[in-house]
C-alpha cells in the first residue's frame, strides 16, 4: 500500500508563484513513477507533469516551462514536488498526486492523492 499527503496549494495572484508536495509512503520501493494531476470544475482531470523512477520529466504542453516536477527519497518517504511558476488564472484547479506501484507480477496499483486547491486570481 501506498498514501499520499499533498500540501502547498493556495490562492496566489497571476505571475506569482506555488510549490506542490506530495509524501508517498508506505511500498515506496516499488513505486515506478509518479505524477500531477489537476481538474478544474467541469472538465476532467488532465496530466500536469510526471516523473519516472530514473528522473525522466514529461509536462502538458500548457505548462511547460513555467513548472517543473522533482522527485526526492528520504526518512522512508518519497516526496515529489511541483514548482509552478508565471502562474495564470487558468491553473487554477485541484491539484491531485498520483503514484503508480508495480506489484511482484508486474501489476500496477494506482493511488491518488486526496487533492489540494490551486486558485490564480487575475
Known amino acids: 500500500q501506498v498514501q499520499l499527503v499533498e500540501s502547498g496549494g493556495g490562492l496566489v495572484q497571476a505571475g506569482g508563484s506555488l510549490r506542490l508536495s506530495c509524501a508517498a509512503s508506505?511500498?515506496?520501493?516499488?513505486?515506478?513513477?509518479m505524477a500531477w494531476f489537476r481538474q478544474a470544475p467541469g472538465k476532467q482531470r488532465d496530466l500536469v507533469a510526471a516523473?519516472?523512477?530514473?528522473?525522466?520529466?514529461?509536462?502538458a504542453e500548457a505548462v511547460r516551462g513555467r513548472f517543473t516536477i522533482s522527485r526526492h527519497s528520504a526518512n522512508a518517504k518519497n516526496t515529489v514536488y511541483l514548482q509552478m511558476n508565471s502562474l495564470k488564472p487558468e491553473d487554477t484547479a485541484v491539484y491531485y498526486c498520483k503514484a503508480v506501484r508495480v506489484g511482484q507480477s508486474g501489476y500496477e496499483y494506482i493511488y491518488w492523492g486526496q487533492g489540494t486547491q490551486v486558485t490564480v486570481s487575475s
Open positions: 516523473i519516472g523512477s530514473g528522473g525522466s520529466t514529461n509536462y
Open positions: 508506505g511500498s515506496i520501493l516499488s513505486i515506478n513513477r
